[in-house]
């Protein structure tokens, strides 16, 4: 069975920094991009950041580049995002995504953690 | 960034009934657009990718269609279990993805 689940999220100050993890199963992880999909309360979803499946590319949007930086472990099937300079306006659940390039989409996802910024 | 707009962003149907959602692009997409379902508390789910097929074991009940810029979201017949909000998504400016706002189903 296919899985991913994410873990590291938590309280923040405005500032501070947090490392998200996420944990993928029951599939070949190095040969996926994977992708970081964020949530704010109550909002709708938001692209963040993608990795190819042996990291030699990555891409954030553009509010977070800069300050975010996604990475993987192709050994330990587990994708990374760190998170610095965190703002209050990162405050979502942030979920972890397998992306199919054939398709354009994400076909699998987790069930996400949530960042709280706040003072 | 493609913007992406959905309508309605909500409808309340009865159980049985047609429910269309329709997603705009700002330009050409080709077919490169999704649709997720999202419950109330959980992950998105996909529905429908490559605007038209079907993601294996999701319910005949739902079907894509459209191209170029206009695409549609459909239930041919509505169920409790489809209270969700759903989104639709482009893939045309890969890796980047933009997602709509999102339009809730509330069942009358």
């Known amino acids: 069975e296919v899985q991913v689940v994410e873990s590291g999220g938590g309280l923040v100050q405005p500032g501070g920094s947090l490392r998200l993890s996420c944990a993928a199963s029951?599939?070949?992880?190095?040969?996926?991009?994977m992708t970081w999909v964020r949530q704010g309360p109550g909002k709708g979803l938001e692209w963040v950041s993608t990795?190819?499946?042996?990291?030699?590319?990555?891409y954030y949007t553009a509010s977070v580049q800069g300050r975010f930086t996604v990475a993987r472990d192709n050994s330990k099937n587990t994708l990374y995002l760190q998170m610095d300079s965190l703002r209050t306006d990162d405050t979502a659940i942030y979920y972890c995504?397998?992306?199919?390039?054939?398709?354009?989409?994400?076909?699998?996802w987790g069930q996400g953690t949530l960042v709280t910024v706040s003072s | 960034d493609i913007p992406m707009t959905q309508s309605p962003s909500s409808v309340s149907a009865f159980v049985g009934d047609r429910v269309n959602i329709t997603c705009r692009a700002s330009q050409d997409i080709s077919t490169w657009l999704a649709w997720f379902q999202q419950k109330p508390g959980k992950a998105p789910k996909l529905l429908i990718y490559e605007a038209s097929s079907l993601e294996s074991g999701v319910p005949s009940r739902f079907s894509g269609s459209g191209s170029g810029t206009d695409f549609t979201l459909t239930i041919s017949s509505l169920q409790p279990e489809d209270l969700a909000t759903y989104y639709c998504q482009q893939g045309n400016t890969f890796p980047a993805l933009t997602f709509g706002g999102g339009t809730r189903v509330e069942i009358k």
């Open positions: 029951g599939f070949l992880f190095s040969s996926y991009a």
């Open positions: 990795i190819s499946g042996r990291a030699h590319n990555s």
């Open positions: 995504a397998r992306m199919n390039v054939s398709s354009v989409t994400l076909d699998q």
